[in-house]
T-cell receptor, first 110, second 114 residues
Framework: GIQVEQSPPDLILQEGANSTLRCNFS?????LQWFHQNPWGQLINLFY???GTKQNGRLSATTVATERYSLLYISSSQTTDSGVYFC????????????FGTGTRLAVRP | DADVTQTPRNRITKTGKRIMLECSQT?????MYWYRQDPGLGLQLIYY???????NKGEISDGYSVSRQAQAKFSLSLESAIPNQTALYFC?????????????FGPGTRLTVL
């Protein structure tokens, strides 16, 4: 199956700092999604981004499909950004099944 | 109101008991999924259904069964629960007719098997 690797595994930031999270995947994909899992366990959709660049407020994401990686940028971090960020991909011909990375755990300190 | 709901949200049970987790959606999506998440890990696919008559096994289906009672309802059963099935369970939906096959997740069910 497809391999999905996220880095760094853990990240501690001071409030107001910027960060970049990376997702590498081992095969061509139809779908790539970024999620934020908050401290209560809920999964929140951040981006659907199989290619290109998108921005939503302080968050933006870029996927370079030909080089098999995606980046999630968090600017001016806030304590509410804390949690785990997951990248999930659907390999071409896998029939709509997402494979998740193991996540980046982010803690933003006030 | 939430588009994807799961019941119960929390459940503690004993080894050997039969458990059913339920998922309902109001998004009108045709595809539904069940995932489990173990502590510190990503999600793994248990079962998925592309329509009412289509059920497929995922990566970790052993010990689980599912039922797609209607387009909007997809339930997951543990016939005889065991402690290593303690996990956070998520239901998800997607729309095969849309431009994007983006998946949307319910709030999760935290299951503890003693």
């Amino acid at each position: 199956g497809i391999q999905v690797e996220q880095s760094p595994p853990d990240l501690i930031l001071q409030e107001g700092a910027n960060s970049t999270l990376r997702c590498n995947f081992s095969d061509s994909v139809n779908n790539l999604q970024w999620f934020h899992q908050n401290p209560w366990g809920q999964l929140i959709n951040l981006f659907y981004i199989p290619s290109g660049t998108k921005q939503n407020g302080r968050l933006s994401a870029t996927t370079v499909a030909t080089e098999r990686y995606s980046l999630l940028y968090i600017s001016s971090s806030q304590t509410t950004d804390s949690g785990v960020y997951f990248c999930a991909v659907e390999r071409k011909s896998s029939g709509d099944k997402l494979t998740f990375g193991t996540g980046t755990r982010l803690a933003v300190r006030p | 109101d939430a588009d994807v709901t799961q019941t119960p949200r929390n459940r503690i049970t004993k080894t050997g008991k039969r458990i059913m987790l339920e998922c309902s959606q109001t998004k009108g999506h045709d595809r539904m999924y069940w995932y489990r998440q173990d502590p510190g890990l990503g999600l793994q696919l248990i079962y998925y259904s592309f329509d009412v008559k289509d059920i497929n096994k995922g990566e970790i289906s052993d010990g689980y069964s599912v039922s797609r009672q209607a387009q909007a309802k997809f339930s997951l059963s543990l016939e005889s629960a065991i402690p290593n099935q303690t996990a956070l369970y998520f239901c998800a939906t997607s729309d095969s007719t849309g431009i994007h096959n983006e998946q949307f997740f319910g709030p999760g069910t935290r299951l503890t098997v003693l």
